[in-house]
């Protein structure tokens, strides 16, 4: 092989031809703490890399989507909801010829911050951590890769590139108004722009996230017996796909309608975005992705028919799914199990494992609850339940 050939251009296959508003890994803004280039990676396979190894991704494999992990063991966890949506954001970056190894970076790490127990992990440890900020799992996810991380000699988190910090934390949006302290803290010594839109691989996996569990929570649902396929048909959106599912294979078993129907769906969504992304790119005319941050506007949308029609899915998932009593009865205990773990820590500091009461030293109350918060947040549902029956006499049964 010539001497030419030997870069990462070449050797990692990175630097492929990507539309001029796509992010260009070779014009890098880089990293907090500067370190030498890869020579078979860009930046952002390598900022991929290091997600995928770390202690943060493997946690995932054990925390609630919607149904706890040991419900049943064909339902999706955090992991696999974040495989789903890097499959469609890298999916919707090919189509629209963006950096896919960016966009698959910022759909595997935007979950980081997720508590045990889905959502009311998340709700149970906000409204403890109120006196001091609240919780925020975006901002959390944030403080995994940029401080609890710790794996390499030269530097606290992963040390990720700008832009997949960027895209972590606006990849719903500009942060105006109320930042949470995290961000805040952190923006200071990194300035991520938050006032202007995420590049076009941020806001892809931000709508891959959409559509995912927009699909994959009717699937669940489906098999945890809370909702039917008759109960679709009031649903625009799965009754049109099944009716033509239905029409074209009259006696195809429930089992294989419902699969027909997400992929489906899938894949009429993800077509909607590339067709109505492309319809916005073309009108806004972006030269760079310096145009896209000064847009002023998402770009990577569905079309006003697809999001009216996501809306109502959204609303049925939410009075159907979500909020069925099966699941209120477990989000209950498990809100119970958060609450109770988050206030005997901050009461007695000698029920916090060893290492943490060590190593994560904290001077006032603000301070241990950071550091409470912290550590319930990294907590695997299986974990929290653990560390429940150790320091209780009783522990409701998440069943």
């Known amino acids: 092989m010539s001497d030419e050939r030997l870069n990462a251009g070449e050797i990692g296959f990175g630097y492929r031809p990507r539309a001029s508003y796509a992010t260009d890994p070779a014009a890098t803004r880089g990293r907090l703490v500067p370190e030498p280039e890869s020579a078979t ?162 806001q892809a996996a931000a709508i891959a996230d959409d559509i995912a569990y927009d699909t994959h929570d009717i699937d669940d649902g489906l098999r945890a017996g809370l909702i039917s396929l008759d109960m679709l048909e009031d649903v625009p959106l799965c009754a049109d796909i099944l009716h033509g599912v239905r029409d074209q294979y009259p006696t195809l078993d429930p089992v294989r309608t419902a699969h027909e129907l997400m992929r489906r769906q899938i894949t009429l969504m993800v077509e909607d975005v590339i067709e109505t992304a492309g319809a916005n790119l073309a009108r806004i005319a972006p030269q760079s992705v310096l145009d896209v941050h000064e847009a002023g506007e998402t770009l990577v949308t569905f079309s006003p028919a697809m999001r009216k029609a996501e809306t109502e899915l959204k609303s049925f998932l939410y009075k159907c799914l979500y909020r069925h009593p099966d699941v209120m009865d477990v989000r209950a205990d498990a809100d119970r199990i958060v609450r109770d773990l988050f206030d005997r820590y901050m009461e007695d500091d000698a029920a916090l494992p060893e290492d943490w009461r060590n190593d994560h030293i904290a001077t006032d109350e603000a301070g241990r609850a950071r550091r409470v918060g912290d550590f319930l947040a990294g907590m695997t549902d299986t974990y929290a339940q653990r560390e429940h029956r150790r320091l209780f006499d009783r522990t409701p049964d998440l069943r």
């Open 41 to 202: 990676r860009t930046p952002f396979q390598r900022d991929r890399d290091r997600i995928i190894h770390s202690t943060a991704f493997r946690r995932l494999k054990h925390k609630t989507q919607v149904f706890i992990a040991h419900e049943g063991d064909h339902y999706r966890t955090r992991l696999t909801h974040t495989i789903e949506v890097s499959q469609i954001a890298r999916a919707l970056a090919r189509a629209l010829r963006l950096d896919e190894d960016l966009a698959e970076a910022v759909a595997l790490v935007h979950d980081f911050g997720h508590t045990p127990f889905g959502h009311t992990g998340e709700d149970a440890l906000d409204a403890k951590m109120k006196p001091w900020g609240g919780f925020d799992h975006n901002a959390q996810s944030l403080r995994i890769v940029t401080e609890l991380e710790r794996r390499y000699a030269q530097f606290d988190g992963l040390n990720l590139s700008w832009e997949t910090l960027e895209g972590l934390v606006k990849h719903n949006g500009p942060l105006t108004g109320d930042i949470p302290p995290a961000i805040a803290e952190y923006n200071a010594l990194h300035d991520l722009e938050l006032d202007r839109h995420a590049g076009l691989e941020a």
